[in-house]
């Protein structure tokens, strides 16, 4: 989303002493594009472990008072510490919490210098987010991964990778139940432009509808998976009926802390 210019200032504050033990995940991340949909209330890092949370709270705070911000604690718990960053009338909420290590790709690097969830992780997240609350800027985020970096269908598909205990169908009967967002709930939502609820639920149902077509045409060996691209790694949406092969696409599955796929004189392995 576009930062706010103090949300700006805060995370080249926080990128000096940054490294890949702290990385920025959230809205914030998943709509650092300028020309992005919607703004973010807060900056949330994650940590692969309760003991780095503290750590990199520690850190952040110094680094961001030796820049003349404030930092106001408004709680703190192991393996999560949330404050108000602020200068003046500007302010912004920060979280720091642990998560699991489990992802499909590894980090990427800002162009501040920090650390990020890869664009489809960050779309996995989001996905598993909206399954298991009711807010209306999960459904927009969600919209938004549909249309910009990875179909639903391949995101539902790829998603009991990370939750073993969800299938594709059990998730889109979840999401389901999602899609029905009132006028002023929307109105709440800090975006760049004016959503329509009525058309916000029609794109929703249609999404669902091209999900469930997809996860129910894919053989069960390549359940949690992501489909790349042999030749680039770009992860892309199948089509139906050709073989992955004549596709020139490839099954990937994460790990701890992500898996790189490997380019050959091939493609990808």
Not at 172 to 188: F, I, N, S, Y
Not at 230 to 236: E, H, M, N, S, Y
Request: charged fraction near 25%.
């Amino acid at each position: 989303m576009p930062l706010t210019p103090f949300q700006h200032r805060t995370l080249e504050v926080l990128a000096t002493s940054s490294g890949p033990e702290r990385y920025l995940a959230g809205g914030a991340a998943l709509h650092r594009a300028p020309d992005s949909l919607r703004y973010s209330e807060d900056l949330d890092f994650f940590h692969d472990s309760e003991a780095r949370v503290a750590n990199a709270f520690a850190a952040d705070r110094d680094a961001l008072v030796a820049a003349g911000l404030s930092v106001h604690v408004e709680f703190s718990q192991p393996g999560m510490v949330r404050a108000i960053v602020s200068a003046g009338t500007e302010a912004t909420r920060v979280d720091w919490a642990h998560d699991t290590a489990w992802r499909f790709f590894p980090l990427v690097r800002d162009v501040l210098g920090g650390w990020l969830l890869h664009p489809v992780d960050l779309a996995i997240n989001k996905l598993l987010a909206l399954a298991g609350r009711d807010e209306p800027r999960d459904l927009v985020d969600m919209q938004w991964c549909d249309r910009e970096i990875l179909s639903l269908g391949a995101l539902v598909w790829a998603a009991p990778g990370k939750d073993p205990g969800l299938s594709p169908l059990l998730l889109l009967e979840l999401l389901q139940r999602r899609g029905t967002v009132r006028p002023e709930a929307l109105a709440r939502l800090a975006v760049r432009e004016t959503l329509d609820p009525m058309v916000l639920r029609a794109e929703w149902r249609s999404a669902l509808e091209r999900a469930e077509s997809f996860v129910r045409d894919r053989p069960a060996e390549e359940l949690g998976g992501l489909y790349l691209n042999r030749q680039t790694g770009t992860a892309v949406t199948p089509l139906s009926g050709v073989s992955l092969e004549a596709q020139d696409l490839m099954v990937h599955f994460g790990g701890p802390a992500g898996v790189v796929p490997i380019l050959t004189d091939t493609g990808l392995r």
